[in-house]
């Protein structure tokens, strides 16, 4: 059975950095592309990066990038969201999403999702 | 504003169909054979309903059917039951690899 276990959220200031943790479990890992998505309270889905099965290839929102670095450890399955100078509108749910193969590029759909772990930037 | 569109809300009776449309409004949204279907109940995960457009994942109600006319997607759920109410989202993705969804589509069974 497909696992994802996102961790690492919390209240930070603006400005702040904190980074998430997603471990994964009931899958060859290094086998797939993954990303993460928020979802603002009472709001949509928004994707902001996505990463292949290697790591070699990542892709960011621009509302995130330059201030957001996904990263992937295949020897502990598990995918990072590293986020830096925090905004008020980066407070959102985030979850990770399991892409249904290695390459990225061709990862139409996010096939499995994680329950999320709750982002809160205020001062 | 999404480079999707979809309408804030829909609603069926016990029995009915509704249909679900998601339209492209923007030129980079690649390959429109690649859009896909996500149910998400209050307080839970979404879950993978349809992907490339008609394609149903084992364990899905067959009640569930994806479609497209041009630049628009259609999710179709006939049979509506008291579960299917939710909120449906739908995905795609831009030439410049990133991904996109719609605003979403609340969905009352009256």
């Known amino acids: 059975e497909v696992q994802l276990l996102e961790s690492g959220g919390g209240l930070v200031q603006p400005g702040g950095s904190l980074r998430l943790s997603c471990a994964a479990s009931g899958f060859t890992f290094s086998s797939y592309a993954m990303s993460w998505v928020r979802q603002a309270p009472g709001k949509g889905l928004e994707w902001v990066s996505g990463i292949s099965g290697s790591g070699g290839s990542a892709y960011y929102a621009d509302s995130v990038k330059g201030r957001f670095t996904i990263s992937r450890d295949n020897s502990k399955n598990t995918v990072y969201l590293q986020m830096n100078s925090l905004r008020a509108e980066d407070t959102a749910l985030y979850y990770c999403?399991?892409?249904?193969?290695?390459?990225?590029?061709?990862?139409?759909?996010?096939?499995?999702w994680g329950q999320g772990t709750l982002v809160t930037v205020s001062s | 504003q999404s480079a999707l569109t979809q309408p804030a809300s829909v609603s069926g009776s016990p029995g009915q169909s509704i249909t679900i449309s998601c339209t492209a409004t923007s030129s980079d949204v690649g390959g429109y054979n690649y859009v896909s279907w996500y149910q998400q109940h209050p307080g839970k995960a979404p879950k993978l309903m349809i992907y490339d457009v008609i394609q149903r994942p084992s364990g899905v109600s067959n009640r569930f059917s994806g479609s497209k006319s041009g630049n628009t997607a259609s999710l179709t759920i006939s049979g509506l039951q008291a579960e299917d109410e939710a909120d449906y989202y739908c995905?795609?993705?831009?030439?410049?690899?990133?991904?996109?969804f719609g605003g979403g589509t609340k969905l009352t069974v009256l």
């Open positions: 995905s795609s993705y831009r030439s410049s690899g990133t991904r996109v």
């Open positions: 999403a399991k892409h249904p193969s290695y390459y990225y590029d061709s990862s139409t759909f996010f096939d499995y």
